[in-house]
């Protein structure tokens, strides 16, 4: 993204902000601020830092025309892309800029397939773009992250590997852990492998279909069932983002 951006002006929005606690959002806060990047919190569903956006991307915009005026150039519409990873709320954030809906939106990836200018006040043209990815993302690590979010089209993925993955993940999150899983599936999943807690799901409540059972599992995370929590945390102090 930096390279693409070069010098221009950019402003990073956080959507899902609900998606998290207030601690876990602080940590990212106060990590993006040490790099000196600009960072908004949104919940684009609800409504939350979307005025705040607002203001801010209008002002950016009033900015770069009184640059145009003080080099004697007439001001215009200032035109900025929406880019991000499928599905994370892009569409929603610009109808909700909008106060109505002009762009499709719906909570699962690929739903925006072409480009879509909206005008939001006067001096500010957005461009909403399809989701992009990387060609290949050899971070797998990121890879399955998103894949649990939904972020990548399930046709992309294993869903009973990512959802074993996600199973460790869960039992190593202190608040999380086995409790969690107990609490919610009434399973004991102490001592148990990813793997091994899904089969004993699917026997519980699919008649052992284990690709269902982890849909399941992938889905209470997603509507917030399994709790808030944040996947990932900000790097180690010192490293670029």
């Not at 200032?78 to 499928?86: D, F, K, L, S």
């Not at 971070?139 to 992250?145: E, K, L, N, P």
Request: proline fraction near 4%.
């Amino acid at each position: 993204m930096s390279t693409w951006i070069g010098d221009k002006l950019r402003l990073v929005v956080l959507n899902r902000v609900d998606m998290i606690s207030r601690s876990e959002k602080n940590r990212w806060a106060g990590y993006f601020a040490s790099q000196g990047i600009t960072t908004i919190f949104t919940d684009g569903r609800l409504g939350q830092g979307v005025m705040k956006l607002g203001r801010r991307v209008k002002s950016v915009a009033k900015e770069i025309n009184e640059k145009r005026r003080a080099k004697g150039l007439l001001p215009r519409g200032v035109r900025a892309v929406v880019v991000g990873y499928p599905n994370v709320g892009k569409s929603s954030l610009i109808n909700r800029l909008l106060n109505r809906r002009k762009c499709e939106a719906a909570p699962r990836p690929g739903v925006t397939r072409e480009l879509k200018w909206a005008r939001i006040g006067e001096d500010l043209d957005l461009l909403d773009a399809p989701g992009i990815l990387p060609m290949r993302l050899s971070d797998q690590a990121a890879a399955i992250r998103l894949a649990i979010c939904h972020d990548i089209g399930e046709s992309s993925y294993a869903v009973a590997g990512v959802a074993a993955v996600f199973v460790e993940m869960l039992k190593r999150i202190p608040c999380a852990g086995d409790e969690l899983l107990r609490e919610r599936y009434k399973i004991n999943s102490s001592g148990m492998t990813g793997e091994e807690f899904l089969e004993e799901l699917a026997q519980k409540l699919f008649a052992g279909d284990i690709n269902q059972a982890s849909l399941r599992l992938l889905q209470d995370y997603r509507k917030g069932s399994l709790g808030w929590r944040c996947l990932e945390f900000p790097p180690a102090k010192g490293a670029k983002y």
